[in-house]
């Protein structure tokens, strides 16, 4: 006799590794963000250090000013995203660590099944091994 609940285990199997292929996409994309807000970061420093230093025309001043400004709206947009992104994180996690639990449960099922059929198994072998048993020896009972 099978596990009837097999299919609902393969299900939770295959819906567990699909949020867990998700949860990685998602870090993933996290540590691209990551990078990106280093490289912006990096970048701006570079470009106020110039602005700093040496002697620069009002053009080059407006310039280096104007790419500090958009050099910040891009790190809100980049934070803006890696906080959605977090969110999504924790959603997932969420919802994984759930299906996991779901599909250790039945699994947990699945082998207390396995062992209740194990024990009836080997409780009906006894009773034949018994009952051939006390067959032979009432047969060499009547022999005597």
């Known amino acids: 006799m ?3 609940l097999e299919k609902i285990l393969s299900l939770r199997q295959k819906e567990e590794e699909a949020l867990k ?9 996290i540590r691209k963000v990551e990078e990106e807000i280093i490289k912006v970061e990096h970048a701006r420093r570079e470009t106020e250090e110039q602005l700093r230093t040496g002697n620069q ?14 050099y910040n709206e ?9 906080s959605k992104l977090k969110s999504q994180e924790e959603d997932i996690l969420k919802a994984y660590l759930e299906k996991r639990s779901e599909r250790r449960s039945f699994e947990k099922l699945k082998e207390r099944y396995i062992r209740s059929q194990a024990l009836e198994s080997d409780r009906k072998e006894r009773i034949i091994i018994d009952e051939v048993a006390l067959q032979r020896y009432i047969r060499n009972q009547e022999g005597k």
Do not use: P
């Open 21 to 29: 292929n998700e949860l990685s996409r998602v870090r993933s994309e």
């Open 74 to 82: 891009h790190l809100e947009k980049l934070k803006l995203n890696l």
């Open 2 to 4: 099978t596990f009837r």
């Open 57 to 70: 025309t009002g053009a080059k001043v407006a310039f280096f000013l104007y790419l500090i400004s958009m």
